[in-house]
């Protein structure tokens, strides 16, 4: 009976250490995956900023040249500018839901790690 009592609590054991590997290993994936998409998100950013950049130069351009059409070449313009802001914040925002995702997942690491 000691035999099997024994035999028994070190299969439970091994089964929550390999559970317990799991989740760990679980948990890393899930932190590259959302280090992989900030990456992609962060450079979104870039682009974005970029092209908005342009537009603002261009804008510029419209303002400094007086032009018959000045008020029909600005429009389209200011409203890409605001559709790239938006954008843009939409992005941040995701970003630091993100960032808050990825503490959450550091901190379930650690705990993961403290059990033994």
């Not at 054991?13 to 995956?33: E, G, I």
């Not at 550091?106 to 059990?115: A, M, P, W």
Request: one cysteine or more.
């Amino acid at each position: 009976m000691q035999k099997i009592k024994h035999y028994l609590n070190n299969t439970v054991k091994a089964c929550v250490q390999n559970f317990m590997y799991f989740r760990t290993a679980s948990a890393y994936k899930r932190l590259a995956d959302i280090n992989g998409l900030k990456n992609i998100k962060q450079n979104e950013i870039k682009l974005l900023t970029s092209e908005k950049e342009q537009l603002q130069i261009t804008l510029e351009t419209y303002e400094i040249k007086p032009t018959e059409h000045l008020k029909n070449n600005r429009q389209p313009l200011i409203n890409k500018l605001n559709t790239i802001d938006n954008d843009i914040d939409e992005i941040e925002s995701l970003l630091l839901n993100l960032e808050e995702e990825k503490r959450n997942i550091q901190y379930e690491i650690l705990l993961l790690s403290n059990v033994k």
